[in-house]
């Protein structure tokens, strides 16, 4: 019944920008944290940026300064700014939330992924 409907990935030059976008829907009763992780090919998915209910923020060494990560409640959308992109970006984009639904308990939910891709 939850579902996360990702937006926004696409081709891309080096340093170019692209906004991801998620928004959660179904029976949901409260959503906790979100976040997105990628997978590049060959390599193990990895933890990009997470967000709290509240606003924290944490995000991946590599893209510390260039990526941005936000959340709009009142939409259930969770967001992900990504500047001077680099080809080493390149991967599947997956988006992720911590959802307690109206009737069951709390676990993570995924998207289907979106493909970024940063080459010239």
């Known amino acids: 019944q939850v579902q996360l409907v990702e937006s926004g990935g696409g081709l891309v030059q080096p340093g170019g920008s692209l906004r991801l976008s998620c928004v959660a829907s179904g029976s949901i009763l409260r959503i906790n944290a979100m976040g997105w992780y990628r997978q590049a090919p060959g390599k193990e998915r990895e933890l990009v940026a997470g967000?709290?209910?509240?606003?924290?923020?944490n995000y991946a060494d590599s893209v510390k300064g260039r990526f941005t990560i936000s959340r709009d409640n009142a939409k259930n959308t969770v967001y992900l700014e990504m500047n001077s992109l680099k080809p080493e970006d390149s991967a599947v984009y997956y988006c992720?939330?911590?959802?307690?639904?109206?009737?069951?308990?709390?676990?993570?939910?995924w998207g289907q992924g979106t493909q970024v891709t940063v080459s010239s």
């Open positions: 967000i709290t209910s509240g606003g924290s923020t």
């Open positions: 992720n939330a911590d959802i307690k639904r109206v009737w069951g308990p709390a676990r993570d939910y």
